[in-house]
């Protein structure tokens, strides 16, 4: 059998990358090039900014979704002296003018 070339090639399609890996990446740990130097320019002022926009969303949502949920068991209010003057109005009791003077004196 063949496999010696097989086991051969597998070997080295396995362990390869341990040699790049093994190296030391002197990027990493020098000032003027570490991958989180971008948080003090301008990236972080925009990462910064986008954060308070998220959580001002957030908190917008709850308040609004708590303010929907405790409106939902309330039935409109009436306005029972206003229900009144529409009703003599349209059985003719009062004119329109009287109608609009007591609509401005309820103030609606």
């Known amino acids: 059998m063949h496999t010696t070339p ?6 080295l399609f ?3 990358p341990s040699v790049a890996l093994g190296q030391e ?9 570490h991958p ?12 910064m900014l986008m954060m308070l926009v998220v959580w001002g969303l957030v908190i917008a949502g ?4 708590v303010r929907w949920l405790a409106g ?10 206003f229900e009144i003057l529409r009703q003599r109005y349209a059985r003719g ?8 003077t007591r ?5 609606l």
Request: hydrophobic share 45%; proline share 2%; no cysteine.
């Open 6 to 11: 097989l086991f051969g090639g597998l070997a």
């Open 14 to 16: 396995i362990f390869a």
């Open 25 to 33: 990446r002197t990027w990493e740990w020098q000032s003027g090039m």
């Open 36 to 47: 989180m130097t971008f948080m003090w320019g301008a990236g972080g002022l925009v990462m």
């Open 62 to 65: 709850l308040v609004l979704g």
């Open 72 to 81: 939902q068991g309330h039935t409109p209010r009436r306005d029972e002296a």
């Open 93 to 100: 009791e009062i004119d329109k003018q009287e109608f609009e």
């Open 103 to 107: 609509k401005r004196d309820l103030q």
